[in-house]
């Protein structure tokens, strides 16, 4: 399985500002989602990161909110840009098509990043 | 949208009773996959389900996959306090080009607390 870690773990950010979190797996992976969980609420995804292009987002998700970039197989960043409580959350980024792997669906999650917005 | 329905939201049982939870998809699936989060924790994958009746079994964790792929369970034997946790279905469909790199829709997930 890929081992993939997430910078930073925490955050507490004040209203209208902008967080960068990082994203970086061990392997290269085919595919590398986004995702947003309310504590104790399901998993909802926002994007997938497309290498080489712009991600393809979920509806009520927007680039200009949430800025994706994928520069190669392993990394990816997810920008929460001019940030309100409401965005207060925990993003994961989760991984899926390792190598090495017969099957390629499953996916593979990052620690996640708490994000506290005052 | 496909949406993917989950029950229940809340299960509290004595440790060494038996754990079922249900997941029903409101279109057809190419996969059903489980996911288990401890507290604090991330989800971290169970299993796959692929063909129309599929049974998996896991030791004590008994998966089934409904013959019209619209639906999924999940048996957990004899609970013990390290099944302690959320798990999540999560159904996907096969993208146009038929590649099995779908993209998962999670369902709300069943909170399982064991008393010892």
């Known amino acids: 399985s890929a081992v993939i870690s997430q910078k930073p773990s925490r955050d507490i950010c004040q209203r209208g500002t902008s967080l960068t979190i990082q994203c970086q797996v061990d392997s290269q992976v085919t595919m590398m989602f986004w995702y947003r969980q309310q504590p104790g609420q399901s998993l909802t995804l926002i994007a997938t990161?497309?290498?080489?292009?712009?991600?393809?987002?979920e509806s009520g998700f927007v680039i200009d909110k949430f800025p994706i970039s994928r520069p190669n197989l392993t990394f990816s960043t997810l920008t929460v840009s001019n940030m309100s409580p409401e965005d207060s959350s925990i993003y994961l980024c989760s991984v899926a098509g390792t190598s090495g792997r017969g099957s390629y669906n499953e996916q593979f999650f990052g620690p996640g990043t708490r994000l506290t917005v005052l | 949208g496909q949406q993917v329905m989950q029950i229940p939201q809340y299960q509290h049982v004595q440790e060494g009773e038996d754990f079922t939870t249900y997941c029903n998809s409101s279109?057809?699936?190419?996969?059903i996959q489980w996911y288990k989060q401890r507290p604090g924790g991330h989800p971290v994958f169970l299993i796959q389900?692929?063909?129309?009746?599929e049974v998996k079994k896991q030791k004590r964790l008994t998966f089934q996959f409904g013959e019209a792929k619209k639906n999924s369970s999940l048996h957990i034997t004899a609970t013990q306090t390290t099944d302690v946790g959320t798990y999540f279905c999560?159904?996907?469909?096969?993208?146009?080009?038929?590649?099995?790199?779908?993209?998962?829709?999670f369902g709300q997930g069943t909170i399982l607390t064991v008393h010892p």
């Open positions: 999560a159904g996907s469909r096969s993208n146009a080009g038929g590649t099995s790199y779908g993209k998962l829709t």
């Open positions: 389900l692929v063909k129309s009746g």
């Open positions: 279109t057809t699936l190419s996969n």
């Open positions: 990161a497309n290498q080489g292009s712009e991600a393809t987002y």
